[in-house]
């Protein structure tokens, strides 16, 4: 983890869908663990966040992976 942490999680392939783009995404799931949209399922789906406004905006390039 971010805080040097250490922990044991289970690992999912989901389908996400964000603005009307569809992906498989990994889901980690672990005791404690708060629901969050990762950078990782934001790039597979080519999105990124706009660090001014801190919205959600299409990219051109979509990461998906097997």
Known sequence: MGDVRVA???VF???AEI???RG???ILAF???M???GVDTLE???LRVDPVTG???KTEYYMLFV
């Open 8 to 10: 044991r999680a289970r």
């Open 13 to 15: 392939i989901a389908e």
């Open 44 to 46: 597979t789906l080519g």
């Open 35 to 37: 629901p969050v949209i």
């Open 24 to 26: 498989p995404v990994r």
């Open 55 to 57: 919205k959600i905006e």
């Open 31 to 33: 005791s404690g663990a």
């Open 19 to 21: 603005e009307g783009r």
